[in-house]
């Protein structure tokens, strides 16, 4: 295993001598392989992350971490360890079937999730304020240690370990495109065209969980 | 990548320069690249959604949402509500063709309407029918496009992963400049970059929105790139 910025690193060290560091600053290289790590993450849709929310009294609305590509699942945990049961993904139009004065319910436990902004995008009070959001439905009116854990496909660290074929096939020809384009066109489309076909290898390897089994990934 | 010196610190290197040297790009021009992507980025994915919550005066028929204090710019409203409860949209010509006296009509508003309304450009313009007789609370549901700011430690309004989708448009933007850089070829294979990341965005929003709600097309993200390879002669 290899972690994403210092293996690539090396590697692009080794097809690039004497240019990493100079020609591509350490920092521009390791902002391109975490780059190179987002692009593949979206692709091949299998790295999971959680994120557990403790939630306050009478609060409809919760920020989400922006390591969140996809939201997957919300659980529920009504003593804050636990996670009791699911919730349900509904729009506001579904919650205006239940009751047309949804936000004014409040009950023990939550039922229904819905997003505000595509998950992902930080909280920047400096700036622009809020990012993405999650709502439950119904909110509590008293909490006491209750929980929620949001379950996705999402972002890594700079240091997270990745298996050195996926870095080969995927973060280095990704780096190497946009390194190389301004040079060699046709290089750095084949590059590019290397890091897909990388990440669909890689998204059939990891979907084939269940080979042996009857049981079918989808 | 993550916040506006993220993305710099990957520009600069990648055109032959550096933020400070400015032998290609002034500050200003990477900025203005940088803000333009992701007001595109965000118009078109219509990712960030912003709830603003509004006391509506009794007897005001209209109201201007403009720039908020976080530079916020309202781009459509997707979902209304009066009192906490939702109400429907209508237009200006149904209601006169409902209600000669339309505008003298008051109560509890049930409708809201967005035609015919915004005379100045910055403005978002809105109505509700009948006219508030009372203060009454609003809350009004918006895809915006936040305002960027593009110092080093500034987030950008974007999902974090589509974040390099800014670089590629910068980049894009840099070689179709006339000077001595200029490269049509690269240009587009940047602009192919960006334009995959931004129907990924599209993707991403639209798999999480309400069954009322759709954007983009039946389009597919995926070898964008193909077109390039090999003969690059070809390239147009």
Known sequence: ?218 | METAGDIKTAFYPLIGDADGVNRFVTQSQAQNFMVRAVRDMAVDSRCFDAVVEYTWQADDSTHSFGLSSAGTRYMSAWRVEVDDEKVLATTRNRLREHDRDWQQRTGKPYLYYLDEMTATSGLYSVGLYPTASTNISTRWYFSTVPDVDTTDAAHIPLPRWAIPGVLFYMLAEFYRMPGTRRNMKVSKFYRALYEDVKLRLKQETNSKLPKDRTVGGTRKPGLVTDKYRGDISTIA
């Open chain 1, 1 to 218: 295993m290899s972690q994403v910025v210092t293996g690539v690193t090396e590697k692009l060290q080794d097809l690039l001598p004497g240019r990493v560091g100079v020609t591509w600053p350490s920092a521009t290289v390791s902002v391109l392989a975490m780059a190179a790590d987002a692009a593949f993450k979206q692709r091949v849709g299998q790295w999971y992350v959680s994120e557990e929310i403790s939630l306050t009294d009478n609060t409809l609305a919760y920020d989400l971490d922006s390591k969140f590509i996809t939201v997957k699942s919300v659980e529920f945990s009504s003593d804050g360890t636990n996670y009791n049961y699911h919730l349900k993904a509904a729009t506001l139009e579904d919650l205006d079937k239940i009751n047309l004065s949804w936000r004014d319910d409040r009950g023990t436990e939550p039922e229904y999730f819905f997003l505000l902004s595509c998950p992902g995008i930080a909280r920047d009070d400096d700036y622009y304020g809020t990012g993405s959001q999650i709502l439950i439905y119904r909110p509590l009116s008293s909490v006491t240690a209750q929980k929620i854990k949001v379950t996705g496909i999402g972002l890594g660290a700079t240091t997270d370990d990745v298996p050195p074929e996926v870095l080969d096939q995927c973060h280095v020809n990704y780096c190497l495109s946009l390194m190389t384009a301004h040079e060699d066109l046709a290089a750095a489309a084949d590059y590019m065209a290397e890091f897909e076909a990388g990440c669909q290898r890689a998204k059939t390897e990891y979907r084939s969980l269940y080979a042996e089994s009857t049981v079918k990934a989808i």
